[in-house]
């Protein structure tokens, strides 16, 4: 079960992985398109929620959470495809992180 800090913690991942997928987008596109904006911050929360839940499982502090929650979410997919690497190292499988269509628009 989750206590009030780990919430803070996964929080604060969370929200800062969104403004760094924001000023990810902002420091690639001079123009504003909302489906794109709303597609990398969506990435960036998600990827903020799984850097949270890692830093709440290994007891890391929020300071830790927000700033490894930045730069995942300014980094997107990057980060996905890092995790997913890590998993298959561990685990022992290759082949499952497909890198085919990331960098796709």
Known sequence: MLDIRDIWVTAMAMFLAL???IASYL???EELKWYSLFRKAFIAVFVGILIGFICVHFGWSIF???GLGGLG???GVQTLVFLGRIV???VGISGVVNTKNINKK
Do not use: S, T
Request: hydrophobic content about 35%.
């Open 88 to 90: 298959e190292n561990r």
């Open 73 to 75: 979410g300014f980094f």
């Open 27 to 29: 420091n690639e596109n």
């Open 19 to 21: 403004i760094g997928g």
């Open 64 to 66: 830790i959470a927000g």
